[in-house]
């Protein structure tokens, strides 16, 4: 079995000329105004948002709100010009599935964070930070919806089994009961009481 590296594309070398060589990193509109796209431009602005706004009140949690900035901005830069197609061999919708993932633990942390000091451009991170929290949560949605749910059910084939969850009720229902725990523990602790 012979050994690919990286320059044993189709493709490669490309023709002579700096227009050729530009061509790799040719943007694609199509991208940038479709949803993903639209996703990840919008990921970006808060991410950079955030970064604004501890950089004006806590410093300390800056750092997270620009790595998460330059993560960001690398996937979107390997979608929108196709670059992300010459590495075959990565998972991207998993990959990006994480990406997502690990930024909402790290942004819903520092947001709780930062509306502790009380400070104006904190309380204003911990809103934009709520904001792209929800951004990436329905960003993990479409991922999983159009990427990976698709391929399980083509891996499964006929041994898939329904669990009962296509139905969004249930779980709301145990979303709320979860929310309302404490307030049923206190009337039956009334209820024994009285």
Not at 115 to 139: E, H, K, M, N, Q
Request: proline residues 3%; contains cysteine; glycine residues 6%.
């Amino acid at each position: 079995m012979e050994m690919l590296g990286a320059r044993d594309h189709l493709d490669w070398p490309p023709e002579e000329g700096t227009a050729a060589g530009l061509q790799a990193f040719a943007v694609d509109k199509n991208f940038l105004s479709s949803l993903r796209g639209i996703l990840l431009e919008t990921e970006l602005a808060l991410t950079f948002i955030i970064f604004i706004c501890f950089t004006a009140s806590i410093s300390t949690y800056m750092a997270a709100a620009l790595l998460e900035f330059f993560i960001t901005l690398a996937f979107l830069f390997l979608y929108a010009t196709q670059y992300y197609q010459r590495f075959d061999r990565v998972n991207w919708p998993c990959l990006d599935f994480l990406r997502c993932v690990s930024a909402i633990v790290i942004f819903l942390v520092i947001s709780i964070a930062a509306v502790t000091s009380r400070d104006g451009a904190a309380i204003a991170a911990f809103v934009f930070g709520i904001i792209l929290v929800s951004v990436f949560a329905y960003d993990i949605f479409k991922i999983y919806q159009t990427e990976m749910a698709p391929r399980a059910t083509e891996a499964l084939g006929p041994q898939l089994v329904d669990l009962g969850l296509s139905d969004i009720c249930p779980l709301l229902c145990l979303i709320q009961l979860v929310l309302h725990l404490a307030e049923l523990g206190k009337a039956f602790l009334d209820g024994e009481n009285g």
